[in-house]
Nanobody, 124 residues
Framework: QVQLVESGGGLAQAGGSLRLSCSASGWTFSSYCMGWFRQASGKEREFVAAISWSGGSTNYADSVKGRFTIARDNAKKSLYLQMNSLKPEDTAVYYC?????????????????WGQGTQVTVSS
């Protein structure tokens, strides 16, 4: 079955870095666009970044542009999110998701499978 498993979350200080990973199984990873979303406590889930099936196209939320980098390794069936210059407002549960369309999207309704999430906490 389709599975997405995130890892790499944890506690970081403001200005620090973390790298999230998402391991995919049960489907042809290289055929799908992928994305990262996050949900802070008491807030709605929000888009973070997306990447095309080949990795050639990416899109970022304005709040993370220039600080976060999304990447993928199709041979390893893995998705990554490198997070630099972290801020306390980046604190959230981060989810990887598979898009149900052929182009990258920032809308959660256009993603059909989600991981269980990994907690990122940034202290000031």
């Amino acid at each position: 079955q389709v599975q997405l498993v995130e890892s790499g979350g944890g506690l970081a200080q403001a200005g620090g870095s973390l790298r999230l990973s998402c391991s995919a199984s049960g489907w042809t990873f290289s055929s799908y666009c992928m994305g990262w979303f996050r949900q802070a406590s008491g807030k709605e889930r929000e888009f973070v970044a997306a990447i095309s099936w080949s990795g050639g196209s990416t899109n970022y939320a304005d709040s993370v542009k220039g600080r976060f980098t999304i990447a993928r390794d199709n041979a390893k069936k893995s998705l990554y999110l490198q997070m630099n210059s972290l801020k306390p407002e980046d604190t959230a549960v981060y989810y990887c998701a598979r898009a149900n369309r052929m182009t990258i999207s920032s809308f959660s309704r256009e993603y059909d499978y989600w991981g269980q999430g990994t907690q990122v906490t940034v202290s000031s």
